[in-house]
T-cell receptor, first 111, second 112 residues
Framework: QQPVQSPQAVILREGEDAVINCSSS?????VHWYRQKHGEAPVFLMI???GGEQKGHEKISASFNEKKQQSSLYLTASQLSYSGTYFC????????????WGAGTKLIIKP | EAQVTQNPRYLITVTGKKLTVTCSQN?????MSWYRQDPGLGLRQIYY???????DKGDVPEGYKVSRKEKRNFPLILESPSPNQTSLYFC???????????FGPGTRLTVT
């Protein structure tokens, strides 16, 4: 039931782009994205609702493919501040009010 | 300042000694939740609460108890802690179940 995130880790140079995927085997109602820096609490980035809407947050955007039950997080022209672990959380169509989290993708940005 | 607070931030205890981790939010949120975070496993929900006096089990509730007597507080109780409960614990709150969650700073618990 846990969504699968890929890749598990990625190392980039500052200015490069990255894509993080979150896939579910079950029908999704929404996908939530959070970023957690080392030693800190997760911080909300965005929510994507069923309907395939693409959202953006500065140079970080995301899409939701309903047919594939997959969401992708796009980080363009990455900055050092983007380093951290990115988690997706999924609400299922038959959810009992639980957000189910992926295992996370660790992103390391080097100068 | 809108925030979720947790206490203590760090706790080292021994097997079997009852403990409580407090969680409080000042945003009048209906929904509150407890998670544990272990390396490689992400966040796993322990218990959640839709409102006062309404609580339900998450994915890993064994060995934990919660209560929600007031809207702002959602304590996590370990009646008889064991070493496999050594983890990083986060409390979170939100207006409802499907919207942005605000996390507390975390409590690092070590059970020896």
């Amino acid at each position: 039931q846990q969504p699968v995130q890929s890749p598990q880790a990625v190392i980039l140079r500052e200015g490069e782009d990255a894509v993080i995927n979150c896939s579910s085997s079950k029908a999704l109602y929404s996908v939530h994205w959070y970023r957690q820096k080392h030693g800190e609490a997760p911080v909300f980035l965005m929510i994507l609702l069923k309907g395939g809407e693409q959202k953006g947050h500065e140079k970080i955007s995301a899409s939701f493919n309903e047919k594939k039950q997959q969401s992708s997080l796009y980080l363009t022209a990455s900055q050092l501040s983007y380093s951290g672990t990115y988690f997706c959380g999924t609400f299922l169509m038959d959810s009992n009010y639980q957000l189910i989290w992926g295992a996370g993708t660790k992103l390391i940005i080097k100068p | 300042e809108a925030q979720v607070t947790q206490n203590p931030r760090y706790l080292i205890t021994v097997t079997g000694k009852k403990l409580t981790v407090t969680c409080s939010q000042n945003m009048n949120h209906e929904y509150m939740s407890w998670y544990r975070q272990d390396p490689g496993l992400g966040l796993r929900q322990i218990y959640y609460s839709m409102n006062v006096e309404v609580t339900d089990k998450g994915d890993v509730p064994e060995g934990y108890k919660v209560s929600r007597k007031e809207k702002r507080n959602f304590p996590l109780i370990l009646e008889s802690p064991s070493p496999n409960q050594t983890s990083l614990y986060f409390c979170a709150s939100s207006l409802s179940s499907g919207v942005e969650q605000y996390f507390g700073p975390g409590t690092r618990l070590t059970v020896t």
